[in-house]
């Protein structure tokens, strides 16, 4: 038997539900709580009493590294799934299901049952408040999810054993999902594995699937990268195109077949918001596009992080004079980063309406392409799609780059685009798409999973 991990906050019942799942599947129990307890001879409120929170967490951090991976049913403390290092172990070849309930249910429980408070506030604030900003970890620590605010502890046992053995909250949808993908612009290679994970009869059915959402999608790094992440830290997801024409029906599979999320790309990013339920208010929501959908607990959330893509390799060029080229998706994301690294920003499009539109709401400047010269400035983004295969035109000729110049192209299939190979030869210095691609892609893997991945490990496999 693969290892189940229960998380979720307090008073969602994952002692009293692991020790029946622990009976019914003849499998050993572990309190992460109780072994850091028996490990220090301390009870917690004690270790935060006396050594304060940085030492229980440290404690904490060493239980889970050191739990064994197989046979057991894990009960894990609230906070947990903060920790990106923590998540790494508790994913290893097992599948882990949330466990959730409503603010009103966690307080009558915990008033039953008291425990150390978190904060200063008065308990139901205080549940509210630590949901809110631990929910995002909770939901990237998620392979399954179950309510047990209406249900008794063997009831939700008995819900994890039937999720676990269909693989989603019902028989049959993942095999009748594998008709949208025939019918679909698959290449033959993914549809085959596709095919196996989804009709398996046994474990396998615990193989969770997500993927680019997108039209074309065929030349996205995705796939590669994430199936590769996902063999690296030995976690049950596969990763594929759901490359369509019609969005609508490629968030009606994803929902069919409980995907736990998608990277959204070109042509959905902004049409997707209106299938969405929340979006991210820091990013999404400023900038108006959507890369990344994390579906959980029947919510589907919605955020950017193309623009932290763009922003990460440009910290050291605060406050520079920067034209961007486009006005699209990604440019949208770019004008977000540049602006929030106080750049004094230009952007230039092929329709110059919509850089005005784009300008007006980050305060920048706006133009045609040919007001480029006038500008000089030290950092030139290109968010258009120019130089991406098969297409080989260069936004800038020769003559407009300099040598002073930094200059980073979004485009990146080829790595080495028309752009970047003029720049080079100017003695421009380049940032090549990869490293958006690497830093986005980062972000991602973050909000799916909990995991915080090296850039020198997405690095050594996207290349
Ligand atoms: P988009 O929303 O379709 O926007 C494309 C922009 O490019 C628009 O401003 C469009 O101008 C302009 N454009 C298109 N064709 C053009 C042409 N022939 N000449 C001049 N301008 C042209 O696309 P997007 O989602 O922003 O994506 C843009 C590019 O970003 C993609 O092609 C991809 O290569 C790159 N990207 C990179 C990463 C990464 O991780 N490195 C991630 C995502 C995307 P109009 O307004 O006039 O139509």
């Known amino acids: 038997m693969k290892r189940i991990v229960l998380t979720g906050f307090r008073g969602t019942g994952k002692t009293e539900i692991g020790k029946i799942l622990s009976s019914r599947l003849n499998a050993a129990f572990i309190d992460t709580d109780e072994l850091i307890e028996t490990r220090t001879g301390r009870s917690i409120p004690d270790i935060f009493h006396y050594e304060g929170e940085e030492r229980f967490r440290s404690i904490e951090r060493e239980i889970i590294a050191s739990l064994p991976e197989k046979d057991a049913i894990v009960s894990t403390g609230g906070g947990v799934v903060c920790d990106p290092k923590n998540m790494e172990h508790l994913r290893r070849e097992s599948s882990v299901v949330l466990l959730v309930a409503g603010i009103d249910t966690i307080e009558q429980r915990l008033l039953r049952k008291p425990r150390p408070p978190l904060t200063g506030l008065p308990l139901h604030e205080e549940i509210a408040e630590m949901l809110d900003r631990r929910r995002q ?68 059915l615990r193989t969770r699937i997500m993927g680019v959402a997108g039209y074309p999608c065929a030349h996205s790094r995705s796939p590669n990268l994430f199936n590769a992440l996902f063999d690296y830290y030995q976690i049950n997801y596969h ?73 990460k390799p440009l910290v050291l060029m605060k406050g520079a004079r920067a034209v961007l080229l486009g006005a699209g998706g990604v440019a949208a994301g770019a004008a977000y980063a540049l602006t929030d690294l106080g750049m004094e920003v230009t952007i230039l499009n092929r329709t110059p309406q919509k850089a005005k539109i784009l300008a007006e709401r980050f305060g920048s400047m706006w133009g045609a392409w040919d007001e480029f010269d006038r500008i000089k400035p030290d950092l030139v983004v290109n968010a258009t799609p120019l130089g991406m295969q098969p297409d080989t035109r260069n936004p800038l000729r020769a003559d407009q780059l300099d040598k002073d110049m930094t200059v980073f192209d979004l485009v990146y299939t080829p790595p080495e685009t028309p752009l970047i190979e003029a720049a080079r030869a100017k003695g421009c210095t380049v940032i090549t798409g990869i490293e958006m691609f690497i830093e986005q892609a980062r972000e991602q893997f973050y909000l799916f999973f909990g995991i915080d991945v090296p850039a020198e490990k997405v690095r050594e496999l996207v290349l």
């Not at 620590?141 to 502890?153: E, L, R």
């Not at 049959?172 to 009709?199: C, M, N, S, Y």
Request: include cysteine; aromatic fraction near 8%; charge should be negative.
């Open 239 to 311: 990763y594929t195109l759901f490359e369509d024409p019609e969005l609508e029906e490629i968030m009606d599979i994803a929902r069919a077949i409980d995907a736990k999320g998608l990277s959204v790309t070109i042509p959905f990013k902004k049409d997707v918001i209106a299938y969405l339920d929340e979006i991210d208010e820091h990013a999404a929501q400023e900038i108006g596009a959507v890369n990344t959908v994390v579906f959980a607990c029947g919510t589907a959330i919605g955020y950017n992080t193309d623009w932290l893509g763009v922003r």
């Open 137 to 204: 970890n909770y939901y990237a620590s998620s392979d399954f999810c179950v309510d047990t605010s209406a249900t008794s502890p063997p009831e939700a046992a008995e819900q994890i054993i039937a999720l676990l053995q269909n693989g989603v909250p019902g028989k049959h949808q993942r095999t009748t999902a594998l008709e949208f993908f025939k019918t679909g612009r698959l290449p033959p290679v993914p549809l085959k594995k596709l095919t196996d994970i989804l009709t398996a009869p046994d474990g396998n």
